[in-house]
């Protein structure tokens, strides 16, 4: 699957669709986003069940706003809905595929019974990637 341009009219629609979504926020002026984009485009293919959505924060600012990028690159994470990575920067090939293997093998129901509870995760069990 290659990467779609996700806008704010159909953000909804593709979150209903896909169980995950990665998005990279980026911008046409961007090196790093540029030097990105490769790495992006061909974790696509690996991962063919996965969402890889393309943000261009010049032309969706509002939805830029509404996940709070500062930075561009910007990767960010959703499955079930729920965001569950956040990141600037530039990742590497591998770090990404580690990434979508840990976002694959979370407990989601566990996750919703946390949100439902209010309970915000505890920072001894988060674990950083």
Known sequence: MATVPVTAED????????????LDFWAEWCG???????????ASERHPEVLFGKVDTEQEQQLAAEFGIQSIP??????????????????????????LGK?????????????????TGDESQSEQG
């Open 74 to 99: 910007t990767l960010t994470a959703i499955r079930d809905k729920v965001v569950l990575f956040s990141q600037p920067g530039v990742l590497p090939a591998e770090a990404l595929d580690e990434l």
């Open 11 to 22: 953000f909804n629609e593709q979150l209903e669709n896909n169980d995950i979504v990665l």
């Open 32 to 42: 790093p986003c540029h030097q990105f984009a490769p790495i992006y485009e061909e």
């Open 103 to 119: 976002i694959k093998d979370l407990d989601m129901e566990q996750i919703h019974a946390e949100i439902a509870e209010g309970d």
